[in-house]
């Protein structure tokens, strides 16, 4: 009865569809089971490898050092135009805006403080050539350029002051010869240091036989000099003339007409 319950089951199951597992099926599996759980255990037990390390990188120059080489390129640069006489043209490749790059990166770069006052000189230079010539125009965008760079500049105060006296001579239609300022302050206060030093001028202008032009502001004023020229040399008779311009000055020439 066993044996036909057991078959009759057995049949049952097959009939379902359901296989039966045969011994050395559930061996294989068991094993391959086992492996599995060995492997894995394996596994976790060995350490992962680290990653392997970027190259380090190559370090570039500091801040620093970038701020000193532009200092040093702008100064050459500077240096090559100046030898072209670019002193402030043409914008942007000039002496001087290379001494200004140069000041903005190092405030206070003596190289480039020294560069610019020869650019200033150069300017001075150019415009007392120019006054020689008497090209009063050439002077004068000389002098506007070189006070642009320096304002108040000794140099170019006393070039300016000569070119009013050369404008004023050529308005005057002036002789050549030696031009001698004479202070306006102390024109108007008559002082007696001008009176003195009117009193050595008479001294000169009889030992050399020099003849005067007195370039006064005024008529009274040009009298005043002359009486002042006349009682220093009782005697002698001051050959002159007067004009009235500005500024005040004495032109001496010689009887010949050349400069003293």
Same mark, same amino acid.
């Given at each position: 009865?066993?044996?036909?319950?057991?078959?009759?089951?057995?049949?049952?199951?097959?009939?379902?569809?359901?296989?039966?597992?045969?011994?050395?099926?559930?061996?294989?599996?068991?094993?391959?089971?086992?492996?599995?759980?060995?492997?894995?255990?394996?596994?976790?037990?060995?350490?992962?490898?680290?990653?392997?390390?970027?190259?380090?990188?190559?370090?570039?120059?500091?801040?620093?050092?970038?701020?000193?080489?532009?200092?040093?390129?702008? @100064?050459?640069? +500077? !240096?090559?135009?100046? *030898?072209?006489? $670019? %002193?402030?043209?043409?914008?942007?490749?000039? /002496?001087?805006?290379?001494?200004?790059?140069?000041?903005?990166?190092?405030?206070?770069?003596?190289?480039?403080?020294?560069?610019?006052?020869?650019?200033?000189?150069?300017?001075?230079?150019?415009?007392?050539?120019?006054?020689?010539?008497?090209?009063?125009?050439?002077?004068?965008?000389?002098?506007?350029?070189?006070?642009?760079?320096?304002?108040?500049?000794?140099?170019?105060?006393?070039?300016?002051?000569?070119?009013?006296?050369?404008?004023?001579?050529?308005?005057?239609?002036?002789?050549?010869?030696?031009?001698?300022? @004479?202070?306006? +302050? !102390?024109?108007?206060? *008559?002082?007696? $240091? %001008?009176?003195?030093?009117?009193?050595?001028? /008479?001294?000169?202008?009889?030992?050399?036989?020099?003849?005067?032009?007195?370039?006064?502001?005024?008529?009274?004023?040009?009298?005043?000099?002359?009486?002042?020229?006349?009682?220093?040399?009782?005697?002698?008779?001051?050959?002159?003339?007067?004009?009235?311009?500005?500024?005040?000055?004495?032109?001496?020439?010689?009887?010949?007409?050349?400069?003293?």
């Amino acid at each position: 009865m066993r044996q036909q319950y057991s078959d009759a089951s057995g049949t049952k199951k097959q009939q379902r569809g359901i296989a039966l597992p045969s011994f050395e099926r559930l061996h294989s599996l068991s094993g391959c089971l086992f492996m599995i759980l060995v492997l894995g255990a394996c596994s976790s037990n060995q350490p992962v490898p680290a990653p392997p390390s970027p190259a380090p990188k190559k370090a570039g120059p500091s801040a620093e050092a970038v701020r000193r080489g532009n200092v040093n390129f702008f @100064l050459k640069r +500077a !240096e090559q135009a100046l *030898r072209k006489g $670019h %002193l402030t043209q043409p914008a942007g490749a000039s /002496a001087y805006d290379y001494y200004l790059r140069v000041q903005q990166l190092d405030p206070g770069n003596r190289g480039a403080q020294t560069g610019i006052q020869t650019i200033v000189v150069t300017y001075v230079e150019q415009a007392r050539e120019a006054l020689r010539r008497r090209a009063f125009g050439e002077v004068q965008t000389l002098l506007k350029r070189a006070e642009m760079l320096a304002p108040g500049n000794a140099l170019v105060a006393e070039v300016r002051e000569n070119l009013l006296r050369e404008r004023g001579r050529a308005r005057l239609d002036l002789p050549e010869g030696e031009s001698i300022g @004479l202070p306006a +302050a !102390e024109l108007n206060a *008559r002082s007696k $240091h %001008l009176s003195s030093q009117l009193d050595k001028i /008479a001294q000169r202008i009889r030992k050399e036989q020099l003849r005067v032009i007195i370039v006064a502001r005024d008529d009274a004023e040009g009298r005043w000099i002359y009486q002042q020229l006349r009682e220093a040399v009782p005697g002698y008779r001051v050959r002159g003339d007067i004009k009235v311009g500005s500024p005040a000055r004495l032109v001496l020439v010689k009887p010949s007409g050349g400069v003293q």
